[in-house]
């Protein structure tokens, strides 16, 4: 699979004959897209199993899976609902058109095809579908800290919540690599509350950093200020360049006291408590709460007595189900 740009939109193009594939390949990259070809309905499902297009281009009749068969079967798939089809067909008899809406197609291109007419509907439904994945998510995340950001660190879009907590201590925190002016560009909403319009640098290096490095499915960044300890994690894409994020915060202070408070324990077995529920081990717990390992076996031992538990995994499940998570 050859290497595509992060900035432009992806195309693919399915069609039998190499001719029309050199043509439409070069009308659509003279008007900015970025272009994958397909000789054949198996090999169209191939090229979708390694990355998802922005729009396909398909010849409705080709040998052996025709267009009709081929989009039947990627609709069959959830992750290509919004996957917007345009048919390419010399069949312009109703049913052939009917046909091809019925199987999930949403527009058709008659042939010979013009390529001016099919930059212009490309361009359409292109336009429609990202636009259509950005207000699912942005439903879909309304409620959490979420947000999503270019990989130049400009953010898109981000939730109240999210814009709460990216203004509060990651600006104070030192950068983890060379800080970059236009991350940590700061302007004044329209309530006279900081809006965060590129994230701030130690976050736009780290996803710059995390992109270059080869993006696995999910991964996160923490912080800690102020006692209260936020961890950002990159859920995915948006569209093409464009990533989702998420913000979780946690108040340690404030869940320690709640595990003292409910389990009679003391502050300092309420903080092992805590980060024993968290997969640390003795050794992490000490390095983190600052005690001699001999010290963090003497409060487990206290821990469980107060919890009328014998083992970590017990006292562990104990303070998850106490905490909510």
Request: glycine share 6%; proline share 4%; hydrophobic share 45%.
């Amino acid at each position: 699979m050859p290497s595509l740009p992060e900035d432009k939109p992806i195309i693919l193009i399915v069609d039998d004959t190499p001719d029309n594939l050199a043509l439409l390949s070069d009308t659509l990259q003279s008007a900015g897209y970025a272009v994958l070809m397909a000789l054949d309905g198996a090999s169209a499902i191939d090229r979708l199993a390694l990355i998802t297009p922005d729009a396909v281009l398909l010849d409705a009749m080709m040998p052996g899976m025709d267009g009709f068969e081929t989009c039947r079967l990627i609709k069959q798939d959830l992750r290509y609902q919004h996957l917007p089809i345009i048919f390419m067909t010399a069949l312009t008899e109703s049913e052939h058109v009917v046909q091809g809406f019925r199987v999930g197609g949403v527009d058709y291109v008659t042939k010979p095809v013009r390529p001016s007419e099919v930059v212009a509907r490309i361009a359409a439904h292109v336009q429609r579908s990202q636009a259509q994945r950005q207000a699912d998510l942005v439903l879909e995340m309304g409620m959490k800290a979420a947000l999503i950001a270019r990989s130049s660190g400009e953010i898109v879009w981000q939730s109240d919540l999210a814009r709460q907590r990216l203004t509060l201590g990651w600006q104070a925190e030192p950068p983890i690599a060379a800080a970059s002016d236009r991350a940590s560009e700061i302007t004044k909403s329209n309530e006279g509350h900081r809006s965060v319009t590129a994230l701030p640098a130690p976050l736009g290096e780290w996803l710059q950093r995390w992109i270059a490095e080869g993006a696995d499915t999910q991964v996160s960044l923490e912080r800690v200020h102020g006692g209260v300890r936020r961890i950002v994690r990159v859920l995915g894409r948006a569209s093409r360049g464009d990533w989702v994020m998420l913000i979780d915060e946690y108040d340690d202070t404030a869940q320690a006291i709640d595990l003292s408070t409910r389990f009679g324990l003391t502050a300092r077995e309420a903080e092992v408590l805590l980060w024993l529920s968290r997969g640390k081990t003795n050794r992490d717990i000490s390095d983190i709460v600052g005690m001699a390992p001999r010290t963090v076996n003497k409060h487990l031992e206290h821990i469980f007595a107060k919890l009328n538990v014998e083992t970590r995994a017990a006292a562990t499940a104990i303070a998850i189900q106490a905490s909510g998570r």
